[in-house]
DNA sequence: CCTGCGATTTGCT
DNA sequence: GCAAATCGCAGGC
């Protein structure tokens, strides 16, 4: 990976599970701006939606199934799951062992691997398509439904937190999107004035 | 620019 | 059998 211009901060401190050891909310807070790469592809995190136990929206509020065990485990190790059976899409699970709940991640800002990404997303993409949508950065950072339960906080995944020389960044809270149930709680959180965000937020 | 719809698989009822 | 935490394209304005 020698040959790759980094453009992102590898300098970071990565996350360990510890920071996940907590409720969703405001884990999905803190990961705004925090980098996640995936095989050295990847960038800043600029959209995400928290996910709760108690929380009908929440795969887990139907209770332990196959699918969604992962979800009452460890904090820090990925939910991965296909959306009308095409979108594969990126969560993080966080609470303690045995409570179930979800940090989904909406968007990131492509900062390394670039070219990666906009090969596998098709051609004649501009930056800010590569990865606005949960659909999309699965399929730019080529995470696949067998990740499911790995941690996000190994190789080949890394998570690096915010660059403590810069500002602490403005973060919008604003309704959940694509879903029925518990659509009117505002656990959606953006990066203010990103111009990586889904198509939905604003 | 905005609206509407088809694609396509999984897992639960 | 059906709904689902989406996306991209076609067609109209």
């Known amino acids: 990976m020698s ?3 980094t453009r992102g901060s590898s300098r970071l401190a990565p996350l ?3 920071f996940f050891d907590r409720p969703p909310r405001p884990v999905a807070q803190d990961l705004i701006g925090c980098e996640l790469l995936h095989d050295g592809v990847g960038g800043r995190i600029v959209e995400t939606e928290a996910y709760e136990e108690d929380d009908p929206a929440c795969h887990a509020f139907i209770g332990r199934t196959g699918r969604t065990k992962v979800l009452f485990g460890p904090p820090g190790r990925a939910y991965v799951y296909l959306c009308y059976g095409i979108h594969r899409m990126l969560n993080v699970v966080t609470d303690a062992d045995g409570i179930a709940a979800a940090v989904l991640i909406r968007a ?3 900062l390394e691997g670039v070219e990666l990404m906009a090969e596998r997303r098709g051609g004649g993409r501009s930056a800010r398509e590569l990865c606005s949508g949960p659909g999309k950065l699965c399929q730019a950072l080529a995470i696949e439904l067998e990740q ?3 941690s996000l906080v190994e190789p080949p995944f890394q998570l690096r ?15 959940r999107i694509g879903i029925t149930k518990g659509a009117e709680l505002p656990w959606r959180y953006c990066l203010a004035g990103s111009e990586y965000l889904s198509q939905s937020a604003g």
């Open 16 to 18: 360990d599970e510890s």
């Open 3 to 5: 040959g790759v211009a």
């Open 108 to 110: 990131i800002e492509p």
């Open 161 to 175: 937190g915010r660059d403590p020389s810069l500002e602490a960044p403005t973060i919008v809270a604003g309704p």
């Open 148 to 150: 499911t339960r790995m």
